[in-house]
């Protein structure tokens, strides 16, 4: 059974930086593309970063562009969120997701993706 599971969330202030981790288990690992997704209180789950099958390319939200990066360590089974000059507005739970349909190219959408995990709160203060 596919289970991936989110660490490395807390507290920063702005325009700081911040590492989530996301290992997943289950099936071959280079398989799937991979998301992050996050969701603020009383707002949708929105799109952050997506990586296609094998690192083959990666797509950003606009309000993230040129501040977070989207990584994967095969060997490690192990998908990063490196997160850059943070703002009170990147202040959510983050959510690690993958794809097992295909691994053609990456996806934007939560529909997109077939397993999630339990998230990891990131705050940022001003």
């Known amino acids: 059974q596919v289970q991936l599971v989110e660490s490395g969330g807390g507290l920063v202030q702005a325009g700081g930086s911040l590492r989530l981790f996301c290992v997943v288990s289950?099936?071959?690992?280079?398989?799937?593309?991979m998301g992050w997704f996050r969701q603020a209180p009383g707002k949708e789950r929105d799109f952050v970063a997506a990586?296609?099958?094998?690192?083959?390319?990666?797509g950003y939200g606009d309000s993230v562009k040129g501040r977070f990066t989207i990584c994967r360590d095969t060997a490690k089974n192990t998908v990063y969120l490196q997160m850059n000059s943070l703002k009170s507005e990147d202040t959510a739970v983050y959510y690690c997701?993958?794809?097992?349909?295909?691994?053609?190219?990456?996806?934007?959408?939560?529909?997109?993706?077939?397993?999630w995990g339990q998230g990891t709160q990131v705050t940022v203060s001003s």
């Open positions: 997701a993958a794809r097992d349909r295909d691994g053609r190219a990456w996806y934007r959408y939560t529909y997109d993706y077939d397993y």
């Open positions: 289950g099936r071959t690992f280079s398989a799937y593309a």
């Open positions: 990586l296609g099958w094998n690192g083959a390319g990666t």
